[in-house]
Structures are given as structure tokens and as C-alpha cells.
């Protein structure tokens, strides 16, 4: 199993609903991490997570909230979802020594 | 200002070359860290390699190594011999100081002829 998993893989969904992506981890980490990837924009921030009471606000938040449940769980939500939020989100926490992130193998959304 | 720079959108290399791919920063953080990604079409991403701002040498891990050129703020990722499987996104990122986040760059496709 993956140490990072997050469901659903793929969504398709309509403008105005809403959506919530959900990330789990077996790695131990604190911190988690939800990022956007858009072509030619590389990733990009959208909230970060040092334990179940501490959230903070990325470079992209406007539109998008969190919940982390417990360390090994956080979801992403879109409340009312439109097209320029189709895009791969990614999941992943944070190795505490170098840094390092550990990825989920990501959720392509799509909102027609 | 951009803090990862990666100029160069897309790159061909033939089977078995070597291949370097550019990352430049940006940060007035003495202690940071530099990061190499890939993500072949499957989309997932893979940690290549790590260099921390104050480490002596060089990276390598197997084929791939980075040349790290602290006055010039570069970080190139240089992958030898490479094989067909290499044909991907790589993305530079850098974590600055001992702060939470990754900073990426916007990537560059590597594709490998035969």
C-alpha cells in the first residue's frame, strides 16, 4: 500500500457542487500538504497542516478549505467547485530533516 | 520574483547521453534546501535528489547527480547514460531555511529518442 493515498483518484463533477478530496498517511509525518499542479505553472500551494490543530494558508487557498481529522488525515474541499479548479491535486507530508515530501499519486479533478 | 526558475520548457536528449536540466533560485536564506522531482505520464511524483544549502559536495544518487553553483543560485540536475524510461516532467524546488513549504519551479519535459 501507499504510504500517502488519497481518494478519489479521478472526479468529474459541475460547476457549483461541492467537492472533497481526501488524503491519508501511514508515514508518521506532522505535516501534510495540499498542492495544484497546472500545466506550465508547476505546483503550487493551497494549505499546509502541522497537527490537527494547526492549518495554515498557502500561496492559492481562495476557494478551497481543509480539515485534518487526525496526523494521518487530511481532506481538501472545494464548497461550490468552478472550472478553473479543474486541475491534478496533490497530497503529501513532509520529512522533518531535509525536508523532504512524500507524495500521494494525486487526484485530477475536473468541473465542467 | 519568481523563486525557482526552470528556463528550459522542454528538452530532447538521444538514448544513452547525458542531459542537464537548469534550475536557477532565488533566496536571501543562508540555509535552504533544493529538491529534484519526476513525473513520468502517470503523473505521480518521485523524489530524485537532494541538496542542502550548506552541504560540501555535490548530490548523487545513481545516474543522477546536481551541480550545485551556490554563487550563481544554480542547482542543474545532470542525468547520465539516459534510458527511454527518463521521459518526464522534472521539477527544481527549494524549501528556504527550516520553514514548512516547497516552492517548485514549472517544470521541464525531458524526452528521450532511440
Known amino acids: 500500500d501507499a504510504d500517502v493515498t488519497q481518494t478519489p483518484r479521478n472526479r468529474i463533477t459541475k460547476t457549483g457542487k461541492r467537492i472533497m478530496l481526501e488524503c491519508s498517511q501511514t508515514?508518521?509525518?506532522?505535516?501534510m500538504y495540499w498542492y495544484r499542479q497546472d500545466p506550465g505553472l508547476g505546483l503550487r500551494l493551497i494549505y499546509y497542516?502541522?497537527?490537527?490543530?494547526?492549518?495554515n494558508k498557502g500561496e492559492i487557498s481562495d476557494g478551497y478549505s481543509v480539515s485534518r481529522q487526525a496526523q494521518a488525515k487530511f481532506s481538501l474541499s472545494l464548497e461550490s467547485a468552478i472550472p478553473n479548479q479543474t486541475a491534478l491535486y496533490f497530497c503529501?507530508?513532509?520529512?522533518?530533516?531535509?525536508?523532504?515530501?512524500?507524495f500521494g499519486e494525486g487526484s485530477r479533478l475536473t468541473v465542467l | 520574483a519568481q523563486k525557482i526558475t526552470q528556463t528550459q520548457p522542454g528538452m530532447f536528449v538521444q538514448e544513452k547521453e547525458a542531459v542537464t536540466l537548469d534550475c536557477t533560485y532565488d533566496?536571501?536564506?543562508?540555509?535552504?534546501?533544493l529538491f529534484w522531482y519526476k513525473q513520468p505520464s502517470s503523473g505521480e511524483m518521485i523524489f530524485l535528489i537532494y541538496?542542502?544549502?550548506?552541504?560540501?559536495q555535490n548530490a548523487t544518487e545513481g545516474r543522477y547527480s546536481l551541480n550545485f553553483q551556490k554563487a550563481r543560485k544554480s542547482a542543474n540536475l545532470v542525468i547520465s547514460a539516459s534510458q527511454l524510461g527518463d521521459s518526464a516532467m522534472y521539477f527544481c524546488?527549494?524549501?528556504?531555511?527550516?520553514?514548512?513549504?516547497?516552492?517548485f519551479g514549472a517544470g521541464t519535459i525531458l524526452r528521450v529518442k532511440s
Open positions: 503529501a507530508t513532509r520529512e522533518t530533516n531535509t525536508g523532504e515530501l512524500f
Open positions: 508515514k508518521g509525518h506532522d505535516r
Open positions: 497542516s502541522f497537527d490537527v490543530k494547526d492549518i
Open positions: 533566496t536571501s536564506d543562508p540555509s535552504y534546501g
Open positions: 541538496q542542502g544549502s550548506y552541504d560540501q
Open positions: 524546488a527549494m524549501r528556504e531555511g527550516y520553514g514548512n513549504k516547497l516552492v
